[in-house]
């Protein structure tokens, strides 16, 4: 029994310093932000603030590879959609991926996100989308979460409280390299499938799919990566 314990603990000690060296080389390598627990907004201190900024409260642990293709495991990760950051914690302290460029896949908490352009080609923008879809075209997510402020006390009216907004989606297909373009309309998804359109409309049509349900919007990328 004692030898089984014995080995118990040196494969939790040698798992427990697999980690720490790897998120010691993490920073090491990269140049990140540290977060201040309690980080103002309006003099307001984070936990006055009804709501969360975070897609998971809680880190998670997940892995993430970075640009230059280092995978680092068995680190603790969560997503801040108020200011679309990548937090990973060491310690007592929480740092931040800067510049986001760094991430080129997150995983973690049951979700993959990695940093990538979006937009038009003359006008781009970078950002972390979650993948939902993988193959000749991708489909992400990218969320958004927005602070409002408290509101001014009015007569005969409970004012609302400072607050975090609940997340908002916005869908997104990206093609190899190309900056990830935002579906906004049904003409808009069948225009960035280009000449199978009219195939791609036939399924959608008959199959009766929309493309404001995540799921189907699933089934249709699915569909056109299968062509």
Known sequence: MKRITFFIWLFVLTNSLKSQTMVNSLLDNYRFKKLTDGVTLNTLKLSDIQGTPY??????????????????????????????DLEFKKGADCYNFDPKSIVKRAEFGGVIFSCMTYGSEDKTKIGFFEILTEGKTTLLVRYTIKYLEKEKVQPFVDPQPARFDKPKKEYYLSFGGLPAKLITTKKSLLELFGSQKDEMDTFISMNKLSIR?????????????SL
Do not use: C, P, W
């Open 213 to 225: 349900e995540e799921g189907e919007l699933k089934k249709i990328v699915a569909h056109f990566n």
């Open 55 to 84: 897609l998971m409260e809680e880190y998670n642990q997940g892995k993430v590879v970075t640009s230059d293709g280092t995978t680092y495991e068995n680190i603790l990760l969560r997503y801040n959609a108020f200011s679309d």
